[in-house]
């Protein structure tokens, strides 16, 4: 899925749903800025998957947590 798609209209403060875990925009759009434009999220191991043209990262809830408080 989109990256893009999943945080448009949304605002900062917000989170989105994905499989039952929220991850908060700020963290999805900082991953934006670094590229990153596709996501799969793995419910079993509470992974997502980011990939864009020029790179490729596979992060926990926790890491997606923490992102969006820096």
């Known amino acids: 899925m989109r990256v893009e798609e999943l945080v448009s ?3 900062e403060q917000d ?3 994905l499989d039952g875990t929220l991850i908060p925009v ?3 759009n900082k991953l934006l800025d ?3 434009e596709q996501l799969r999220p793995y419910k079993e191991s509470r992974t997502f998957s980011f990939w864009g043209k020029a790179c490729t990262a596979c992060f926990t809830e926790a890491q997606l947590m923490d992102q969006s408080r820096s």
Request: aromatic share 8%; proline share 0%; net charge positive.
């Open 34 to 36: 670094e590229g990153y």
């Open 15 to 17: 989170s989105v749903s």
């Open 26 to 28: 700020k963290s999805l």
């Open 9 to 11: 209209g949304k605002k």
